[in-house]
């Protein structure tokens, strides 16, 4: 009893700190370690990694941020930048776009559908685990060079994560709220309105957000090689003209996209909606408990 009361106490004392004095201790701490970071790569540049290679080659080797910075500016100042990202970020909406339209209703249809699911998983199983690269071949072959091609590639790196996300998500459902909404006279579209769609959303988030990672690494393989646009393409300029500065620009500009989305967009939904998702797994374990 006495340990517990100086436990307490010692609790007691410690200084309150704020919630925005955290994040801005965490921010400062992120912008130290991006500092220092771009302070060792600018030493390695000009010393040439401390010496072991000559300097003049470094800026083939690896650029430095301030080489990088002069980039930046003049593929600004052209457009030529934006206008590669503005390509490239068409071909990923609209291949999301088209595999959320197929991927969400294969879904709910397996997850009703008994015999549906017998027909449908086998394909899903079978083409999940092939890379969007693996589709390159094909879709130049059947829809030649341009975005067809690409949007199709793209489709087919992101409509799984979609499928096999709404699928669980309507299993995890639990059935005792949907036989609550029965049996209080809800008909079954609201049944899907106001438990099913709930339920499923978290699930749903986290297939986007892994579709949405899938599309963008898909489509720089499309650009790379079916298309004579966008950051993919970028890529191999930069490789075929000895522009490694442009190599590390396209990376730098990717990196930076699927960041911003990913912190914009995917991490504040999931957030949002990760509250629904433990309540219904506490309920179930415990209800099985109960049974067992």
């Known amino acids: 009893m006495l340990q517990q009361e100086s436990t307490l106490e010692k ?6 700190v704020s919630a925005d004095w955290r ?4 921010l400062i701490r992120q912008t130290l370690s991006i500092l220092a970071f771009l302070l060792a790569w600018q030493l390695v540049s000009m010393t040439g990694l401390f010496g072991r290679y000559p300097r003049e080659l470094m800026g083939l080797f690896l650029p430095s941020p301030l080489q990088l910075l002069n980039t930046i500016t003049e593929v600004l100042a052209n457009g030529t930048l934006l206008k590669h990202v503005g390509f490239s970020c068409y071909r990923v909406v609209s291949g999301f776009t088209l595999a959320t339209l197929i991927g969400i209703p294969a879904g709910l249809l397996m997850s009703y559908s008994r015999a549906a699911e017998q027909f449908l998983n086998p394909f899903v199983r079978l083409f999940q685990p092939i890379p969007g690269v693996a589709w390159v071949p094909l879709a130049i072959i059947w829809f030649g060079l341009g975005n067809r091609a690409a949007v199709f590639i793209i489709t087919m790196g992101a409509i799984f994560p979609i499928i096999l996300s709404t699928a669980q998500g309507v299993r995890d459902v639990d059935p005792n709220l949907v036989g609550a909404a029965l049996t209080l006279g809800a008909t079954r579209l609201q049944v899907f309105e106001k438990v099913i769609l709930p339920s499923i959303t978290p699930h749903l988030v986290t297939g986007f957000r892994l579709a949405m990672g899938f599309a963008w690494r898909v489509v720089l393989a499309a650009e790379m090689v079916g298309v004579s646009s966008g950051l993919g393409y970028m890529l191999t300029l930069g490789r075929g003209t ?10 730098v500009v990717i990196g930076t996209i699927m960041g911003v989305m990913d912190s914009a967009v995917f991490s504040p939904l999931e957030n949002k909606t990760a509250a629904w ?3 219904l797994s506490k309920e179930c374990a415990e209800e099985d408990e109960i049974r067992g």
């Open 277 to 279: 998702r433990p309540r």
């Open 23 to 26: 994040r801005s201790r965490g």
């Open 11 to 16: 609790r007691l004392e410690r200084p309150i």
């Open 242 to 251: 000895g522009r490694t500065d442009i190599t590390l620009l396209t990376m």
